[in-house]
């Protein structure tokens, strides 16, 4: 586990598809996600620690993301439940620690 990286994310440049998976439009994280799975085969978070909200947390895996012209779609009912309830208490924008994985082959 490396250090936790934090990735800022506008609340409205991120949204939902029919399917309730969430959408980034912003570039620039879009990016910030991808380079973390760059180097990782999977980044987790933990959001929300505290009052009013309940700790919530998700392990995103590399296939979870998907770029879709401009837009990043990630995959991931556990992240798509921490933005809902970000953009539930009308915040503007959150910041997400999130800690790189690297899956450890056996011998």
Avoid: W
């Avoid at 309940?54 to 779609?73: F, M, V």
């Avoid at 439940?81 to 082959?105: L, P, Q, T």
């Amino acid at each position: 586990m490396t250090s936790a990286r934090g990735i800022r994310f506008d609340l409205s440049q991120v949204r939902f598809d029919d399917y309730g998976r969430t959408l980034v439009l912003d570039r620039t994280t879009a990016e910030a996600m991808h380079a973390l799975l760059g180097e990782a085969d999977a980044i987790a978070c933990q959001s929300g620690c505290g009052l009013p909200l309940a700790c919530d947390s998700a392990l995103i895996q590399r296939h979870e993301l998907t770029q879709i012209g401009p837009e990043l779609l990630i995959n991931n009912a556990d992240f798509a439940a921490i933005i809902r309830k970000r953009k539930a208490v009308d915040a503007k924008d959150v910041v997400i620690a999130f800690d790189a994985y690297r899956r450890i082959e056996p011998a």
